[in-house]
Every structure is written in structure tokens, then in C-alpha cells.
């Protein structure tokens, strides 16, 4: 009786206060550690575009022409940039700490939208917190949220999509169709790939319709087709009006986007089972989703869905009613996945291009762990239920603890997480691919190098991004040129396939994740003092632009 009695107890706790606090404390956390966070991979890239972008917008310059960035959305980049010139942020340090500030501002805004679906589907505060703790202890996505201006916000604007679609499925308003049509345009507007938000809005105004046959209510078609048209109309204008480059020729670009996206992403595929393969094969979601996830999120989720499964066989007319909003959350996620196996579309690195069907995920465990607690009222054994119920709060108790300790540890490099024993994913499996463990390579050197400049080469693009989100005096200190003999080698292993080819006896540090080495840092033994000129000395604060890393080697 005493766990039972622990157990109202809990259930008599305040819930409101806690989500508050919540909230607040996640928001605190990630914008205090924002600063810690080095430059990824695109972020220079997306920098350019939000600049350029901005001088079309406002002096009317050329539209970016550069095939990597000209046909990524840029309504967001174009805001970051406006308020970098609006806050006068010249120092590239101060750049990207904003950059990663803003980004995860709406990552934890994404956090707000998955409660409200999962308070609005489970009824009860404390599940629906549950959804915003799983969704903020995901260490992959987590690590995401400061240095992704892309699949992040994709993923928290699609998010926000689904909440207008429910409203607009609920209330079939002018109002609700305006603003679920505005946010959809915005969704495809970030992303092409957004382009799974209107089948959505098809598929399940198709099944209202459906909903009210089967009730036998009259079905006011005059009114769907205006609304349907009407949402069809702002989601075209919405698209084109976030979006700049549609501004002119917008059907011929458009289709250029679209082609581009299917038939010109860079470098599909990666290294997969230590291979490192062109294409995508139809497995590659599937794997990298349960080698990227916490076990416990990924048990839970298979739960959830076996529970849906069994729930659909056995009452399948509930799906339309009593279950609309749990079937949408399975479609979220099954949907996108079978369209792109199908078509075979080419990815890249890990999932990260889905993360939009994350959330679905997020929710679907939830229910899976309500349906296993539910089970317990099926036990009639009073000790057996009592040890179901307490087994089913510890371990994901414990599970919760665990990833949040492995997140603090090996903070700032959460997105390297992977569930699998670190002998089964080295030398298998990208580790650092956004290349954010330069930044702790170069800090490394210049706490341990007392000389007044060292010089140093770097084996892959982000080595020379990192340099932006260093202080001033770190800038001065390493010089990067190929016109001295280089004291130091940083290396993510990203150029040979993850292989460690320089000599190991060389090796003076590492940045390591789980035992794994995702960075090391060589010293040359060759290396003799060089006078530097002044004029490699990096004193100038702005933002380094466009290096040539074949320049370093």
C-alpha cells in the first residue's frame, strides 16, 4: 500500500507550477549554454544566404546565384541577418552565439507545440510534460538546436503546422484556413522538402469529410470547397512571399528548386556499416533512427505503435473519431518515411533531414507508455500490479537520468550520440561530421602552447568555420596558411571515410564521445620555429569568408 499511496500522492501534485518551471528552466539552460557551441558545417554557408537574401530584399541586389545555397529557403536567414544588422553585430564571435541563441529559442518553441499536441490528445498536464521532457533530453536533436538552421526550424514550423491543421480540421473557419495555409506556405518556404505539409491538409480534411458520412450528417460540400480553396490560394501566395527567390519567375524557379532537390543533393549516402556508400538504400531511416535515439524513447515508440496497431484492428471506426488526432501523429511519421523510400530520394549524413517527423515520434512514445500503464489495471494481483507500476516509473526514470548525464557530459557534442557500444559505431558510422569539435581542438592547443602564434592545418572545411566563433585574442594567435610548416594537425577523420590515417605516435589530444575519438590533434615532429609575417596575423573581427581548404594542405 505504500507505493500506492506514493503514488496518489504524486498525482496530487500541482501540475501547472511544474510546466512552468519547466519552461523556464529550459529555456535558461539552453540559452546559457549557446556560447559553448562550435560552427557547423552549413552555418557559413547559411550565413551568406541570409546576407545576400537580405541585400535582394532591401537594395535590390542579385538574388544568390551559388548552386549551395541559392535554392534553400532564406526567409529565416534573411531575419538572423536583419537582426545582426539591427543589434550592430560585427564581431563574428557575436554572430554565430546570437545565430545559436536564435536557433535554439525555436527549437525550445518547437518544445511549447509538442506539449500542446500531446496536452490536447492525452487530456492530463502530466503526459503532456512527459512529451516536452523527451523531446528536450533527445541528445541528437539537442545538439542539433544551437548549430542547424535548417532541419531544426523545418521541424518546429512543421510542428506548428500540425496544431493549425487540427484547428483548421476542428473549427473549418475563414480564420483557421488563412492560418493554417500562412504556416503551411512558411513550412515549404524554409524547406522544399515541406512540401509533405499539403498532403497532410488533403488526407485529413478527406477523412473529416469521411468522419461526417459515417455520422450521417450533411456534408456542407459549397463551404469545404471554398475553405479548401481558399487555404489552397493563401498557401501559394505564403510560399511565394516567405520565399524571395520565387519573387521572380516564380513557377520556373520553383521547378528548379524541386529539381534540385531531388536530382542535385550534395554527396547522398555517407559511411554506413563502414562502407561508405553513394545512395540510400531503404533501411537507412529505420537504422539510423534507432542507432541515433535512447533506447528507451525508441522501446517506448514501438510500444506506442504496437498499441495503435492493435487499437485500428480491433475498432477501426475509433481512428476517425475517438483516435483522429493519435492517427495523424502515426501518419506524421509513416507517411514521409514511405514517400521517400519509394521515390528513393538520397540523404546524407544520418536522418536529419526527417527530424520534422521527430515530434510524431515524441508523441507516439508517450502513448506507448499510457497504454503499458493502462495494461496494469488488467493485472488483479495486488503485488504484481504494484511491481508493474513501479518498474514502468523507474526505468524510465532511470532512463531520463541516464540521458541527461551523457548529455552534460560530453556537452557541446550531444548530436554524436548514439545508442549502439562504441566499438559497433566507430570506424561503422559518421561521428563528428558537422565538424564541431574543431573549436575544442583549437582551444585545447592554445591553453597548452605557449607560444605567441601557432600555426596549424586542419583537414576539412569546418577547421576554418570554427575560427568565427573564437575570441579575439584565440584569432590572433593561430595562424592558418600554407606558407609555414604547421606545428599542429586537427583532424575529424570526415576527409578519409573516418579512417585515422596520420601517425599515432604523434597524437598530443583528443576529443573523444564515448571513448570515441571524433577529433585528435597531432603535433608535427618535423616542426621549427618560422618568423610570421604580420600580415597573417587574423586581427580583423568579421566574419571569414569562403577559404579553400585544398589551400591548407
Not at 529550459?26 to 544566404?49: H, R
Not at 523510400?341 to 517527423?357: G, K, N, P, S
Not at 557541446?412 to 559518421?430: G, W
Request: hydrophobic share 50%.
Amino acid at each position: 500500500m505504500r507505493f500506492m499511496d506514493s503514488l496518489s500522492a504524486l498525482r496530487r501534485i500541482p501540475l501547472r507550477p511544474l510546466v512552468w518551471g519547466f519552461f523556464a528552466v529550459t529555456l535558461a539552460l539552453g540559452l546559457w549554454v549557446a556560447k559553448d557551441y562550435g560552427i557547423s558545417w552549413d552555418e557559413k554557408a547559411m550565413f551568406v544566404l541570409g546576407e545576400e537574401s537580405y541585400e535582394y530584399v532591401v537594395l535590390g541586389e542579385e538574388y544568390p546565384t551559388h548552386i549551395g545555397i541559392r535554392y534553400h529557403g532564406s526567409f529565416l536567414e534573411i531575419f538572423l541577418y536583419a537582426a545582426e544588422e539591427l543589434f550592430h553585430l560585427r564581431y563574428a564571435r557575436h554572430v554565430f552565439i546570437f545565430r545559436h541563441a536564435v536557433t535554439f529559442l525555436l527549437y525550445w518553441g518547437g518544445m511549447i507545440a509538442v506539449y500542446a499536441l500531446a496536452l490536447r490528445q492525452f487530456k492530463h498536464r502530466g503526459w503532456a510534460l512527459l512529451a516536452a521532457l523527451i523531446y528536450f533530453l533527445s541528445p541528437r536533436q539537442f545538439g542539433h538546436a544551437f548549430v542547424n538552421s535548417r532541419d531544426i526550424p523545418a521541424m518546429v514550423f512543421f510542428t506548428v503546422k500540425m496544431l493549425t491543421l487540427l484547428y483548421f480540421l476542428d473549427h473549418k473557419t475563414i480564420r483557421s484556413a488563412v492560418l493554417h495555409g500562412m504556416i503551411c506556405g512558411m513550412v515549404v518556404a524554409l524547406r522544399i522538402g515541406g512540401l509533405f505539409a499539403p498532403i497532410f491538409t488533403v488526407i485529413f480534411f478527406l477523412v473529416e469529410i469521411l468522419r461526417e458520412h459515417l455520422k450521417g450528417e450533411r456534408i456542407l460540400w459549397k463551404r469545404y470547397a471554398l475553405l479548401l480553396t481558399l487555404y489552397a490560394g493563401v498557401f501559394i501566395f505564403s510560399t511565394i512571399a516567405f520565399w524571395p527567390l520565387l519573387w521572380d519567375k516564380p513557377f520556373v524557379n520553383f521547378y528548379e528548386a524541386v529539381h534540385n532537390m531531388m536530382t542535385s543533393q550534395q554527396s547522398p549516402g555517407g559511411l554506413y556499416f563502414g562502407t561508405s556508400i553513394g545512395q540510400t538504400p531503404w533501411h537507412w531511416i529505420f537504422v539510423h533512427f534507432i542507432t541515433k535515439t535512447p533506447p528507451l524513447y525508441v522501446g517506448l515508440f514501438f510500444a506506442g505503435v504496437t498499441a495503435f496497431m492493435i487499437d485500428a484492428f480491433r475498432h477501426p471506426r475509433a481512428l476517425l473519431f475517438e483516435r483522429r488526432d493519435l492517427l495523424l501523429f502515426f501518419s506524421w511519421f509513416a507517411i514521409p518515411i514511405s514517400i521517400v523510400i519509394v521515390l528513393e530520394a538520397d540523404l546524407f549524413d544520418e536522418w536529419r533531414h526527417l527530424y520534422f517527423i521527430y515530434p510524431a515520434v515524441v508523441l507516439i512514445a508517450v502513448h506507448g507508455l499510457r497504454e503499458l500503464m493502462r495494461m496494469t489495471k488488467c493485472v488483479n494481483r495486488l503485488r504484481l500490479r504494484q511491481a508493474f507500476l513501479a518498474t514502468l516509473i523507474a526505468v524510465p526514470a532511470a532512463g531520463f537520468v541516464s540521458v541527461a548525464v551523457w548529455m552534460v557530459r560530453f556537452h557541446p557534442l550531444e548530436y554524436v550520440y548514439f545508442s549502439l557500444p562504441s566499438k559497433y559505431v566507430e570506424f561503422n558510422f559518421e561521428l563528428d561530421y558537422w565538424g564541431l569539435s574543431y573549436r575544442q581542438g583549437f582551444e585545447w592547443i592554445l591553453e597548452n602552447d605557449p607560444d605567441e602564434f601557432v600555426t596549424v592545418t586542419v583537414t576539412s572545411s569546418p577547421g576554418w568555420e570554427n575560427l568565427n566563433i573564437l575570441t579575439r585574442e584565440q584569432r590572433r594567435r593561430l595562424v592558418l596558411s600554407k606558407k609555414y610548416t604547421s606545428k599542429y594537425v586537427l583532424d575529424n577523420f570526415d576527409w578519409q571515410e573516418y579512417r585515422h590515417t596520420l601517425p599515432e605516435d604523434t597524437i598530443v589530444h583528443s576529443v573523444k564521445v564515448s571513448g570515441m575519438p571524433v577529433l585528435n590533434v597531432y603535433r608535427n615532429p618535423f616542426w621549427t620555429y618560422e618568423k610570421i609575417d604580420p600580415e597573417d596575423i587574423m586581427e580583423n573581427e568579421k566574419v571569414q569568408m569562403w577559404f579553400d581548404p585544398k589551400s591548407m594542405l
